[in-house]
């Protein structure tokens, strides 16, 4: 037989990817152990061909050579498992694609470990959710070059389309577009923090309603600020629960959940020594959430400060659009960054335009200033840092000042909104040409004798600082 494609994990991703597929014209495949899914999938109605298998050798049989065989199974042990099943019935040349959430050494071990069986494989992001992987999704595909021509086709006729180009593009060798997807949903977790630190200002300071903040997003996602993520935050502020005037927001426990990517980011960030501050925060904040009942005990011993921001609401509104502006931009710089540095790292060869290009429909992360985040790296793809480009620094030079008034009045008012602060002080660091970090390498050499080096002179010094 002749299937383009074949799929294993029919779970809600991996079927809708092989129902956009089929909608496309392709004759894919489908194989899961569950065979309700398979039954499931059989039923699909599309415009071109998809058959669901309950036998694995009869399903890669199947495929056409060479073979592309895609995973959407959970990341971890399965995809080893599933690996291992499949390879005896695969032949050299053949080719399989993770389209999980892999941890990109898994990628990096489990390419090697294939390589030498003469299989390709590939680490590829898929981000867009239920939704995107239907009717379009972002897809960062990374592996062997020659290896993606085959699935090519297939990826580019179903990405989602911006300005009719397609949300894909070859990321790089090894597990690269494993590694770009990981810092895709570290900037994921950072833009949610910095819209939940939002509301938070909004309802705690301002004592607005859910449908006066429905209003506001519904306004901001028509400027500048558009974005799926502002986007939703607008739906989530309208919807009710069924039968009742009580927004369901309101009846959502507040202790965030995660699945370890905005983590990993951290964690890799770290290794890497390349400081992602918005990031971390929002990592941090998810975890702060959980520990509901200390929380509660230390909102009965402190709890004096007032909270409610005096004034009129317009201008903190107004502000509060410049401060989520400028901290979205703050946060999407250091993921930049951290591509570029990862690049450099790994020989990733990451072409940091082309990122931001196919960022800018299908995944969780778009928004309006993809579109100048890609102009700027077209314009450079040296450049160092995302703040360094012109185009940029004026966006940001028009938000400052909001986004120090709301910092500032949150601060003085007691409200957490530690993303945006983070973002702010990143900022300010990173534009002073002296930091006081002289006063660090003092104190290392004051108390290990650790050394420093000078502004006048070359070389390494230590001082005896006790010394008479
Ligand atoms: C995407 C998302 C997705 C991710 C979820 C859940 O790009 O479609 O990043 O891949 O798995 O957002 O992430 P958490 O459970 O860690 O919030």
């Not at 291992?84 to 019935?89: Q, S, V």
């Not at 592996?143 to 989602?160: C, L, M, N, S, T």
């Not at 901001?220 to 939703?232: K, Y």
């Not at 890609?374 to 012109?390: E, T």
């Amino acid at each position: 037989e002749n299937y383009e494609l074949g799929m294993i994990g029919l779970g809600v991703m991996g079927r809708n990817l092989l129902l956009n597929m089929a909608d496309h014209g392709f004759k894919v495949a489908g194989y899961d152990k569950d065979a309700a899914k398979v039954e499931a999938l059989g039923k699909e109605k599309v415009k071109g061909e998809v058959k669901a298998f309950s036998g694995l050798s009869e399903f890669i049989n199947s495929l056409q050579k060479p073979r592309a065989v895609m995973l959407l199974v959970p990341a971890g042990k399965i995809v080893d498992s599933v690996i291992e099943e499949i390879t005896p019935l695969l032949d050299k040349g053949d080719l399989i694609i993770d389209g999980g959430n892999s941890y990109f050494t898994d990628t990096n071990r489990r390419a090697e470990s294939l390589k030498s069986k003469g299989l390709h494989f590939f680490g590829m992001g898929v981000s867009g959710g239920e939704e995107g992987a239907r009717n379009g999704p972002s897809l960062m595909p990374g592996g062997d070059q020659e290896a993606y021509k085959v699935v090519k086709p297939i990826f580019e006729a179903i990405a989602a389309k911006v300005k009719g180009e397609p949300c894909v593009t070859y990321i790089g060798p090894g597990a690269s577009g494993n590694f770009v997807k990981m810092v895709h949903n570290g900037i994921e977790y950072a833009i949610m923090q910095l819209i939940a630190e939002t509301y938070e200002f909004m309802r705690k300071g301002l004592g607005l309603s859910g449908d006066q903040m429905h209003q506001i997003f519904k306004q901001w996602n028509e400027g500048r600020q558009q974005s799926f993520l502002v986007e939703i935050t607008r739906d989530i502020f309208a919807y009710k629960e069924p039968g009742s005037t009580t927004l369901l927001l309101d009846l959502i426990k507040d202790e965030a959940r995660s699945k370890g990517t905005g983590k990993w980011t951290s964690q890799v960030a770290m290794d890497l020594q390349l400081p992602i501050t918005a990031i971390d925060t929002a990592v941090s904040m998810r975890d702060l959430s959980k520990y509901k009942s200390i929380r509660v005990t230390a909102s009965s011993i402190y709890k004096d400060s007032k909270q409610k921001v005096d004034g009129d609401q317009q201008p903190f509104i107004n502000a509060l659009e410049e401060s989520l502006y400028f901290s979205t931009i703050i946060a999407y710089a250091q993921g930049m960054h951290m591509l570029s540095q990862a690049s450099k790292e790994f020989n990733y060869d990451l072409k940091l335009d082309e990122i931001a290009l196919i960022w800018r429909g299908g995944c969780i992360i778009r928004s309006t200033f993809l579109e100048d985040i890609h102009q700027a790296f077209k314009k450079n793809r040296a450049l160092p840092h995302m703040l360094l480009d012109s185009g940029i620094a004026d966006k940001v030079n028009g938000a400052i000042a909001g986004t120090r008034k709301i910092v500032s009045t949150a601060v003085a008012a007691g409200i957490s909104i530690p993303a945006h602060a983070a973002s702010l002080s990143y900022f300010d660091a990173i534009r002073s040409e002296h930091m006081p970090s002289n006063m660090i390498q003092a104190q290392r050499d004051y108390f290990g004798a650790h050394t420093y080096e000078r502004v006048d002179k070359e070389g390494v010094f230590h001082t005896p600082w006790t010394a008479k």
